[in-house]
């Protein structure tokens, strides 16, 4: 019914940078509040950025000054800018949305996921 999919990903070298998106398909009314979440090897899946549907946002500590969260409500679509990367934001990064379907109820979405690369 509804479906998020990461794009953007990919392998580059410490201190590049990388845009993720994830756009949202099928039939909903609107959403509300999107995140980034990421998961490496070996540990908990965390919270990265969030973006409330009026465009607050809030970061995790290691990601402030690096990261950007961003959205455009009128292609569904989320955005994580990441500059400065380095080897330690190496992950999968997951997007994550809060979306009221047809029903007019809101219901929490996850994507699939798309790896993030950074190599030294």
């Known amino acids: 019914q509804v479906q998020l999919v990461e794009s953007g990903g990919g392998l580059v070298q410490a201190g590049g940078s990388l845009r993720l998106s994830c756009a949202a398909s099928g039939r909903f009314f609107s959403i509300n509040g999107m995140r980034w979440y990421r998961q490496a090897p070996g540990k908990q899946r965390e919270l990265v950025a969030s973006?409330?549907?009026?465009?607050?946002?809030n970061y995790e500590d290691s990601v402030k000054g690096r990261l950007t969260i961003s959205r455009d409500n009128a292609k569904n679509t989320v955005y994580l800018q990441m500059n400065s990367l380095k080897p330690e934001d190496t992950s999968v990064y997951f997007c994550?949305?809060?979306?009221?379907?047809?029903?007019?109820?809101?219901?929490?979405?996850w994507g699939k996921g798309t790896l993030v690369t950074v190599s030294s």
């Open positions: 973006i409330t549907s009026g465009g607050s946002t």
């Open positions: 994550n949305a809060d979306i009221v379907t047809t029903d007019y109820y809101s219901r929490n979405y």
